[in-house]
């Protein structure tokens, strides 16, 4: 559709089904959920902390291949598996959004490819933006 354009970088996560990374709509870029793997999609390891760095690291790429930046995002999803991660989860996740845009975290039984963390946004196109 003319009024919406497919956002993808090589450096985030390849989608890992039939999505793309983000959609991008008048001034809204919509953002998939984005899975603790790297550019190659393979999946990180580590704790609960490192994962929600390659989630917001994969995050931060596509937004700025979308001409915006994490600092325009104004909704998070965040869905985890275990609420006990919850506290290590935000620990990282402020240092990528500072500006605590509205968000909502939820417990999900289970996540694709059995990983524990999983951050989906909203985000506003940026200033020079040519979408």
Do not use: W
């Not at 996540?111 to 940026?126: F, S």
Request: aromatic share 6%; proline share 5%; with cysteine.
């Amino acid at each position: 559709m003319a009024d919406m354009k497919k956002i993808f970088t090589s450096k985030a996560c390849p989608p890992a089904g039939p999505y793309t990374q983000a959609i991008a709509t008048g001034n809204t870029i919509f953002v998939s959920g984005q899975i603790p793997a790297d550019s190659e999609g393979k999946l990180v390891e580590g704790s609960i902390a490192d994962k929600t760095e390659a989630c917001c690291k994969n995050i931060q790429a596509i937004l700025e291949e979308a001409g915006s930046g994490m600092e325009r995002v104004v909704k998070c999803n965040v869905f985890i598996t275990d609420m006990a991660n919850f506290a290590e989860m935000n620990g990282v996740y402020e240092k990528y959004f500072a500006h605590k845009p509205a968000r909502s975290c939820v417990a999900v039984y289970q996540l694709p490819k059995g990983v524990p963390v999983e951050i989906e946004c909203i985000a506003l196109a940026g200033e020079g933006s040519k979408l």
